[in-house]
């Protein structure tokens, strides 16, 4: 039935010592994400859908405008893996803001709650979606999107007589895709991760529209200390963290996906931003795990 | 072994006080009845033994402490409350993996030879069945959990009464078994006047009676009283009287029975006309069975 519960590591740091649970806590966590996967279909719907409305702009522009047969440029394979990871994005931010307030407002907290699921296992398992399922899958569905694109280019142009191995030789497409995993593994899951945090911690407290408590606070930081100290850190802070470390030795100009890919591992992961941000995240997942327990429903 | 003890338990929202101050003690393989007016403070008090909201005082259920210990008291403890709450976009072989797959004491094979009775299929969504059927659902899933305490806040509400005499049929031919114990509220008490073991009203968050049904049943008796003899019968103290069909029903709270079957017909009253009894009593000037 679950055998990919099985092949799960176990968690080193989870207490079964000392509980004599008969279920691990990564099984209770691997149900616990299929669980919102079961409910919140848009997870791989919409960047499907968004996969599926490009390829048809695109197979369209290709069969009608010969103009561009002779440009395969790589500019449509990174648009396409933006629209898709925007996509995601998005859907990531109101899944968020919907995980742990929706469940008050439809009263199935008092469900799930009836069941040996700690608050903190359900808060874990609902940021995995916008940290690691996400982007996984936002990944997953823009290499074949990108794939299906290289394959659909090199018809046409067989099609017309053209050698394809220029339009091969051009696209380093395993390149391609391993950059995008390491872009969207860092920026969209672990550099965002303080970002799905504090918009799960709205989404556990909110007593109604989560969404303007969300989004609100920010403005009136800006705006208080913009009249008070005419200083704008609070939103310097916010517009380092959305568009994401920078590497020192490139030009601004560049694409935003640009900038981020060229961060080396080593510059990435030694950017005091990064732990801030996920020490940030961690007070926020701690405090929305603490504020479930409070919390009935609406 | 004590399945829930409390001491002095309370709980106040701002300045109202749903809870006042209780003390509890529930055996472990009784059948409780928590009967109380709307507001009484009975959602709230099982809120508390499920570990749903901070309280006051001392409380131990199964031996943890419901607030800080749910996770693993709710490998023990079940409960349906007082709404519907599945989640309406789950499916229901959803609902049984899920539990299959977080709950230990969960046992699949049972809640399919319960649903197997009923007409639920098993890619429906909770959002497409009755309500008398999500109840349905609900209950085999509850009742497939080897769990010792399950509690039931207004399990009923809404049911026609063919599914709420079903629900409680279940509950005790296919579930209890004397080991388990299981506490429910409900506003429909005839129907469970011959289903619990024992008895609890609960009014402004206090304990007004608590006894048990071998002790409501010596205790109380109804008596509808020949005409000539009401004044005599209303010297023994009456708890309650009232007028039904132009005789005389009085209720009294331990009076020999060879003395008022001399009155007229003597017979034990319901859940229902002591609750009367006792809750009028409480808000009008004589003070009677409350204890």
Known sequence: MNTSSNVMPESPQKSQVIVPAVIPATRRMYWSVRRELWEYRSIYIAPLAAAAVFLLAFLTGLTLSPAHRHEPLDIPYEFAAALIMGTAFIVGIFYSLDALYGERRDRS???????????LTTVLSKFTIPLIILPLLSFAIAVVTQFVMLLSSSAVLLGSGLSVGMLWARMSFFHMSLMLLYHILTVHGLWYAPIYG???????????????????????????????FNTSHFLAMLQYRLTGPQPSNTAPGGTLMDMLSALTPVQFFSTPGLWIGLATAAIFLAAAARVRRYREPI | MLCIEAHGLRKAFGTTVAVDGINLRVEEGRILGLIGPNGAGKTTALNAILGLTPYQGELKVLGRDPWTEREQLMRDVCFIADIAVLPRWMRVWQALDYLAGVHPRFDRAKAEGFLAKTTIKRASKVRELSKGMVAQLHLALVMAIDARLLVLDEPTLGLDILYRKQFYDSLLNDYFDRSRTIVVTTHQVEEVQDVLTDLMFINRGRIVLNCSMEEFESRYLEVMVNPEQVAAARALKPIHERQVFGRSILLFDRVDRQQLAALGDVRTPSIADLFVAVLGNQSGTTQGAAR
């Open chain 1, 198 to 228: 504090w918009l799960l911690l709205v989404s556990a407290w909110a007593p109604r529209a989560p969404f303007i408590w969300a989004f609100l606070p920010p403005f009136v930081i800006w705006g208080v200390e913009k009249i008070a």
């Open chain 1, 109 to 119: 907290t008092l469900f799930w709650k009836s069941l040996p699921v700690s608050d």
